[in-house]
């Protein structure tokens, strides 16, 4: 099956600074990668997806990239804001499979 | 939230008795899953339900069950609740655009 692995598994970052989550999966067939945030007490929310047929995706302060070749999507997140503070977990699907998920990145920002 | 409604939020079982948890979605959707959520171990898949009466295992099945009789409700039964089993577990749906929605969890702890 699907391993997806995730680094860093914690990220400090300044107020204003960008971060950048990383993700590798194995299997070739995987072709959806959507982002969730997970703050306190709640449910993973989807904050951005990707689909293998992109390499690139952007949503104001948000962004995903795709490598199909190397097998590895990121998040990056430009000027950071306490509000980013949650767990953010990447994703690997196969349409009508089901979701592989990293392990979590919990990031701070800095005020 | 999508629709998706979990109970109970927050439950404490005594080790060897049964447990059910309950998913409720309201917008008809085929796929609905079980997660289990550990420190260091992510979102961990239980079971899967890809309509009404059909399930399958997920990579963690063990000491767990599964039905769904109506697309609205899929349930989760710990058939004899052991500590190990003290988790946070997430309901989600699968929309037809691929994304995966979650509920808000229910916290169980098996003393």
């Known amino acids: 099956g699907e391993n997806v692995e995730q680094h860093p598994s914690t990220l400090s970052v300044q107020e204003g600074d960008s971060a950048v989550i990383k993700c590798t999966y194995s299997?070739?067939?995987?072709?959806?990668f959507p982002w969730y945030k997970q703050e306190l007490g709640k449910g993973p929310q989807l904050i951005i997806d990707?689909?293998?047929?992109?390499g690139e995706k952007k949503d104001q302060r948000i962004a995903v990239t795709l490598n199909k070749t190397a097998k590895h999507f990121s998040l990056h997140i430009t000027e950071t804001q306490p509000e980013d503070s949650a767990v953010y977990f990447c994703?690997?699907?196969?349409?009508?499979?089901?979701?592989?998920f990293g392990t979590g990145t919990s990031l701070t920002v800095i005020p | 939230d999508a629709g998706i409604t979990q109970s109970p939020r927050h439950k404490v079982t005594e080790t060897g008795t049964p447990v059910t948890l309950r998913c409720h979605q309201t917008?008809?959707?085929?796929?609905m899953y079980w997660y289990r959520q550990d420190p260091g171990h992510g979102l961990r898949l239980i079971h899967y339900?890809?309509?009404?009466?059909?399930?399958d295992k997920g990579e963690v099945s063990d000491g767990y069950s599964v039905s769904r009789s109506k697309t609205e409700d899929f349930l989760l039964t710990l058939e004899s609740a052991t500590s190990s089993q003290t988790s946070v577990y997430f309901c989600?749906?699968?929309?037809?655009?691929?994304?995966?929605?979650f509920g808000q969890g229910t916290r169980l702890t098996v003393v």
């Open positions: 989600a749906i699968r929309d037809k655009y691929d994304e995966a929605f």
């Open positions: 299997d070739s067939a995987s072709n959806y």
């Open positions: 994703a690997a699907s196969n349409t009508g499979n089901q979701f592989y």
């Open positions: 990707i689909r293998s047929n992109v």
């Open positions: 339900s890809y309509g009404v009466k059909d399930t």
């Open positions: 917008e008809n959707h085929r796929y």
